[in-house]
């Protein structure tokens, strides 16, 4: 039985794969538009100094793995519409290895667009050091499987492709805007970074930008990998729990309540931070750390 | 005496307010082809859809191979394959990787290759499913129902849009299941299908089966009779035409009169004198020899495709 959901999962998996590899607009929004960001971040807003490159390349990377957040939920909704799931819905395979297939698909085919980023900023950009590539290597995991498991969340609880994107953006906006993916975090007022707190992006942006600027090691970025992790349990079993195989099977408004489920971890992760944690202290302190290096570099280098 | 493959019993089926199914009942031996005839909207895709596990009955019994459909999960899906009314695959998956998809999911498995040259689409086996055209999707649909060489194969409308020469290579298709003497259910609103390749014939009508028998049986019910069917350049008086000698049955349906004839060359003869009387002329006629559709119009007063 355990055997058969693996061998069924790696079937699905390799197919969503090769099928992602024919798209043209997922490799597009996939390797072309982070690449984009990441090119528009360093030479634009990083203006290639060093310390803000390494920052930069945080931030790229926690929006190259939010993307899966974004494609997936738009794929199962396509799935399900079109009457594609209703054909596996007769084959001897259940509601887990079609999300979990999506799920590790969406991680090995964003994999390499990691590594390229990566490798850009350090041989391209002459990014002083690789960072702490195991930090970086764990969040991307997680983070990949947990925003993954959200988009598929988003995927079950909306009844039409319309609703999905309008969820979507709504979602989208909050994680790249107030996490501290686009914009430091640290220059934020202390009420909305106090409310950052307890959303699953600022984990993944924080712990990501901690990890790429050395600032941070193995046991530094544990919580952010624990609350990716209780994210990915929690957000998978939903979606798995509210699944449909059939385009005409709509969700009911009391089920679409499973979302503030799935957002109960972070709230958790949240409260803590806020009340005892030490997180928006060590962001403010990493930023400025960075700035005062950059402003120091900038005097050695007119002087 | 062997228990049947598929058993159905007081199935009941509501949509909202729609009454899909009102206590469908029939019976499939093994190494049988049913069919369920009827219009659109009879019930037939809901019964399907319920015995392929897909749909829950509000109430009723519902058995393939002994096993509950809706809660016997994997050992349930390995016995049956299945042509939904309507299959749909990713577009870019190319033919040869869809069948070996759907085959790694059994544990018992047909040989794909064979399968794709028995369907003629070997030639087809590296295009995308979106350059198929509507038979070679079909074909491929069938094919993939027998990736796990199933015992009961279940068949929605597996005609239904497509043209008559792709029809008739899918009627081939099913008459060789019928050598394999695999159980087969299929729907229909094609009279031809049901009388070619059925069995049995189970005539469903508004969530009801309302008669149930061979074709030859169910074409014997309608007493023998000659269908005549007229067009005439002006109307006739209601009852003239059923009044004819030999007439058993008249109605209208679109402008054209239906009778039911037990002594035709008399009809015909006694038409012409009437027409002649009344200043009326033919505009067409034509005469069929008793088949389900007529039994379908004695039994509810409709024609199949209304």
């Known amino acids: ?303 | 005496m062997a228990e049947p493959v598929i058993k159905v019993e007081g199935l009941y089926k509501s949509y909202g307010p729609v009454e899909a199914l009102r206590g469908v009942s029939f019976e499939v031996e093994e190494g049988e082809v049913f069919g369920l005839l009827g219009p659109n909207g009879a019930g037939k895709t809901s019964t399907v859809e319920i015995l392929e596990g897909m749909r829950t009955p509000d109430r009723g019994i519902a058995r393939v191979c002994g096993l509950d459909p809706e809660k016997s999960g994997i050992e349930f899906k390995e016995k049956i394959g299945a042509v939904l009314q309507a299959t749909s695959l990713p577009d870019k998956l190319r033919v040869k990787e869809a069948i070996e998809l759907f085959a790694r999911f059994y544990q018992r498995r047909a040989n794909t290759d064979e399968l794709l040259k028995r369907f003629q689409l070997d030639e087809k086996r590296t295009a995308f499913y979106s350059q198929l055209s509507g038979g070679q999707k079909q074909r491929l649909a069938l094919a993939m129902a027998l990736v796990n060489d199933p015992q009961v194969v279940f068949l929605d409308e597996p005609t239904a849009g497509l043209d008559p020469q792709v029809r008739r290579e899918i009627y081939d298709i099913i008459e060789e299941l019928k050598r394999d003497k695999k159980t087969v259910l299929l729907t229909t609103h094609y009279i031809e299908e049901a009388e070619r390749l059925c069995d049995r014939v189970a005539i469903v009508d508004q969530g009801r089966v309302i008669a149930l028998g061979t074709p030859r049986d169910l074409k014997h019910a309608s007493a023998g009779t000659t269908r005549i069917e007229v067009r005439l350049t002006k109307p006739i008086a209601d009852g003239a035409l059923a009044r004819l000698d030999g007439v058993t049955d008249c109605r209208e349906f679109d402008g054209a009169y239906v009778m039911h004839s037990s002594r035709a060359p008399q009809t015909i003869v006694a038409l012409v004198k009437q027409l002649e009387a009344e200043d009326n002329e033919l505009q067409s006629l034509e005469m069929f020899s008793p088949s389900l559709e007529d039994a379908f119009i004695e039994l509810t007063g409709r024609r199949l495709r209304e």
Not at chain 1, 192 to 199: E, K, T, V, W
Not at chain 1, 203 to 217: D, F, S
């Open chain 1, 1 to 303: 039985m355990a055997a058969n959901v693996i061998t069924n999962t790696w079937t699905l998996t390799k197919v969503r794969m090769l099928l992602a590899m024919r798209n043209r607009t997922f490799l597009f929004f996939s390797l072309i538009m982070p690449l984009g960001f990441l090119f528009f971040f360093v030479l634009v807003l990083a203006k290639g100094r060093a310390g803000w490159i390494a920052y930069t390349l945080g931030a790229v990377l926690t929006m190259t793995v939010m993307g899966s957040f974004w494609g997936l939920s738009v794929q199962l909704v396509t799935f399900r519409e079109q009457g594609i799931l209703r054909r596996f819905r007769l084959a001897p395979i259940g509601a887990g290895p079609m999300l979990a297939s999506s799920i590790i698909s969406n991680y090995l085919m964003t994999m390499p667009t990691v590594v390229i980023e990566v490798l850009v900023c350090r041989w391209a950009f002459r990014m002083t050091s690789w960072g702490n590539l195991w930090a970086i290597f764990l969040l991307v995991t997680f983070g990949s499987a947990a925003f993954s498991a959200f988009g598929l969340i988003v995927a079950s609880v909306t009844n039409t492709m319309q609703e999905t994107q309008i969820i979507n953006q709504l979602i989208w906006t909050g994680f790249l805007f107030l996490s501290g993916a686009t914009i430091p975090l640290a220059i934020f007022p202390g009420w909305i970074q106090r409310l950052s707190l307890f959303m699953p992006a600022t984990y993944l942006a924080t712990g990501l930008e901690a990890a790429t600027t050395n600032l941070a090691g193995m046991r530094e970025i544990l919580t952010d990998v624990i609350a990716l992790s209780v994210g990915i349990l929690v957000a998978f079993e939903i979606s798995r729990q509210l699944f449909r195989w059939e385009p005409e099977a709509k969700v009911s408004p009391r089920a679409k309540l499973w979302v503030v489920a799935a957002m109960v971890p972070f709230l958790i992760f949240g409260a803590y931070e806020n009340l005892a944690g030490t997180r928006l202290e060590q962001i403010q302190k990493d930023y400025h750390f960075i700035q005062q290096v950059e402003s120091h570099s900038d005097k050695l280098r007119r002087d």
